[in-house]
């Protein structure tokens, strides 16, 4: 009969503490659910405040720009979707379009890196030099027009989750630009002669947004 009382009285007085304890426990992981993989939301909305674009060369050189970006993370969360729009800072209304096909290959977390296939859309006003033969003798004009350009890229991207809906990343691109409908005289950065417009491009860019 003491056996009895004193397992029912250490049981009394054990009860609470382990109730507590669990409620401790269930608050921890309710703080660090956030951050582990199916409970980060699956969509990102960030600001590229600064981003260089090397596509170029012969012209003008590397381009600044700013833009924003759209990422939709897909259910399985090793595929997500995104597409950022930019605009250039040193040439009046010259937009740039990548959308991208992002792979993860371990899911969602606190740092993560993804790569996968992008597409270049550059359209905007631009203008180059051209050569113009004279009676007078030849001289360089400069002509303005709207530019297009296309390209493909492969990107590969950092992802940095620090709690539930702050999104930082480090993204970078290369690959190569296909079509220019702006004709280029001299490029000596082509493989496939000196008067193709196919050239290398690059791209570099932090973002940072909310994730939801």
Do not use: C, H
């Not at 596509?55 to 993370?73: A, C, K």
């Not at 597409?119 to 007078?136: I, K, M, Q, T």
């Amino acid at each position: 009969m003491k056996n009895i009382l004193r397992i029912l009285v250490l049981t009394v007085l054990v009860s609470p503490v382990m109730a507590q304890s669990y409620r401790i426990d269930q608050t921890e992981s309710n703080k660090r659910a956030p951050l582990q993989s199916g409970a980060l939301g699956k969509n990102i909305i960030s600001l590229m405040p600064m981003q260089i674009m090397v596509m170029n060369l012969e012209d003008d050189g590397p381009d600044f720009t700013v833009g924003l970006s759209y990422e939709r993370i897909f259910n399985n969360e090793l595929i997500s979707f995104r597409l950022p729009l930019s605009i250039s800072l040193t040439k009046p209304n010259y937009y740039y379009l990548m959308p991208t096909l992002k792979l993860y290959p371990k899911k969602q977390g606190i740092v993560k890196f993804a790569v996968g296939p992008q597409f270049l859309f550059a359209y905007g006003n631009d203008e180059y030099s051209r050569y113009v033969n004279s009676p007078s003798g030849g001289y360089w004009q400069t002509v303005e027009d709207l530019r297009k350009q296309f390209g493909f890229l492969i990107n590969n991207n950092v992802n940095f989750t620090f709690s539930r809906n702050v999104y930082l990343a480090l993204d970078y691109s290369l690959g190569i630009k296909y079509y220019d409908n702006f004709p280029n005289e001299y490029n000596s950065f082509s493989p496939f002669g000196s008067e193709s417009n196919i050239a290398p491009v690059f791209q570099l860019n932090f973002n940072m947004g909310v994730r939801f």
